[in-house]
Each structure stands twice: as structure tokens, then as C-alpha cells.
């Protein structure tokens, strides 16, 4: 089994996210975007939160400014890499074609998303030669 990346809690996502569409802020400016939503996170939270994202790679830090200043070292796009990547490890041992597959089964896709899949699968296969 490949190694295990490390995982990212429900409230760490919801940071990651506000950091993604927002992008790099003060515990404060982090916390301010939570303002009126039904998710608010106190100033102690998020810095807690911020901290543990930090020590797992997801998050860097400039200590050269004060406040500190935090932004989001990966993009969403290589997260889901990496947790579809670890899903796949868990469940199928690697094998990511049971993944797809559970992924697309009992739903329905507009001609352009078949379209799509099929070019992604087109350039997957081109990558082989």
C-alpha cells in the first residue's frame, strides 16, 4: 500500500477553502470571511486550525510580517488528488479504476461531461506512449 498522506478534518477544509477563494490573510482576515456565515470560527479556533494545516504542509506562514500572514501551499485540485489518491490506497489497494468507476455508476451526465471524461481518458492514455 502507498504511503498515507495526511488527512484534512471538515473544518480544516472550510479554512482551506476561505484561504482558495480568498486568498492569504491574518488569523483575523480568515476569521472576518467567516463572518456571517453559519460556520463562524473564533479567532483561537482558527488560529488552532491554521496551525494544524501549517504542520501538515497545507498552509505556509510568513513570520516575517505581524500579524502573520497565512496562505494555502496546495490547490484544491492536488487535495482531491491526494485524498482520492489515499481513498483509492484504503479501499482498493491502489487500484484507482474501482474508484472511477463507483464515482460514475447510477448517474446521469450531460453529453458534454461524457465528452469531457472522454478527453481526460484520451490524454491518460496518450501519457502511456
Not at 93 to 99: I, N
Given at each position: 500500500?502507498?504511503?498515507?498522506?495526511?488527512?484534512?478534518?471538515?473544518?480544516?477544509?472550510?479554512?482551506?477553502?476561505?484561504?482558495?477563494?480568498?486568498?492569504?490573510?491574518?488569523?483575523?482576515?480568515?476569521?472576518?470571511?467567516?463572518?456571517?456565515?453559519?460556520?463562524?470560527?473564533?479567532?483561537?479556533?482558527?488560529?488552532?486550525?491554521?496551525?494544524?494545516?501549517?504542520?501538515?504542509?497545507?498552509?505556509t506562514?510568513?513570520?516575517?510580517?505581524?500579524?502573520?500572514?497565512?496562505?494555502?501551499?496546495?490547490?484544491?485540485?492536488k487535495?482531491?488528488?491526494?485524498?482520492?489518491?489515499?481513498?483509492?490506497?484504503?479501499?482498493f489497494?491502489?487500484?484507482?479504476?474501482?474508484?472511477v468507476a463507483?464515482?460514475?455508476?447510477?448517474?446521469?451526465?450531460?453529453?458534454?461531461?461524457?465528452?469531457?471524461?472522454?478527453?481526460?481518458?484520451?490524454?491518460?492514455?496518450?501519457?502511456?506512449?
Open positions: 500500500m502507498r504511503n498515507k498522506k495526511l488527512s484534512v478534518s471538515g473544518a480544516e477544509l472550510e479554512v482551506l477553502k476561505v484561504l482558495w477563494a480568498g486568498g492569504p490573510g491574518t488569523v483575523r482576515d480568515v476569521a472576518g470571511r467567516f463572518q456571517g456565515s453559519r460556520q463562524g470560527r473564533a479567532y483561537t479556533t482558527l488560529q488552532t486550525l491554521l496551525n494544524r494545516l501549517q504542520s501538515k504542509g497545507y498552509v506562514c510568513d513570520k516575517g510580517s505581524v500579524p502573520h500572514v497565512y496562505r494555502a501551499s496546495v490547490s484544491r485540485e487535495l482531491v488528488r491526494e485524498s482520492l489518491d489515499n481513498l483509492a490506497g484504503q479501499l489497494e491502489g487500484a484507482t479504476s474501482p474508484l463507483a464515482l460514475i455508476s447510477d448517474k446521469r451526465y450531460s453529453a458534454e461531461e461524457i465528452a469531457r471524461f472522454r478527453k481526460l481518458l484520451d490524454e491518460a492514455e496518450r501519457k502511456e506512449d
